[in-house]
């Protein structure tokens, strides 16, 4: 494994699924969020779990370079925004299952879900395009 270019594609995604996940789900979706005000935590609160909020986010950039290095080998974008792909569709299960039991709207399950796809598919591109595997030793 190149560590050097994980640890760079890894930040590269962290900063692409923080800033993504800020304008996406914080931003565009913020008035569907608000049609259900008892889902999220007030402001005042949310501020002093912003730190799990990071912690989340290097988590998912995090597990999500190390499948991409294991599973994308040739380190191609292409091959990457597919794996994203299929993770963002992978959310798609928790999400529905958030609709079924949490007081969720059509309209934020949905902006979820469209939201984990390009998401992540635009992260793996990322990673796809800066990781690119050490030299395989031929015998």
């Not at 640890?7 to 565009?28: E, P």
């Not at 309209?107 to 595997?133: D, E, L, R, T």
Request: glycine fraction near 12%.
């Amino acid at each position: 494994m190149n560590w050097t270019r994980f640890f760079i594609a890894f930040i590269a995604a962290f900063i692409f699924l923080f800033v993504f996940g800020f304008l996406w789900y914080g931003t565009l979706m913020q008035g569907a969020h608000h049609e259900v005000p008892t889902l999220l935590r007030p402001e005042a609160d949310f501020k002093s779990y912003f730190g799990w909020l990071i912690l989340g986010h290097i988590v998912m950039a995090f597990f999500f370079t190390l499948l991409c290095a294991r599973y994308v080998p040739t380190g191609c974008p292409g091959a990457g925004a597919l794996l994203g792909t299929l993770v963002g569709l992978v959310y798609a299960g928790p999400h529905l299952i958030s609709f079924a039991v949490q007081p969720l709207t059509a309209k934020i399950v949905s902006g979820w879900i469209v939201g984990a796809v390009i998401q992540f598919a635009v992260a793996g591109a990322i990673i796809g395009a800066i990781y690119k595997p050490g030299a395989r030793k031929t015998t």
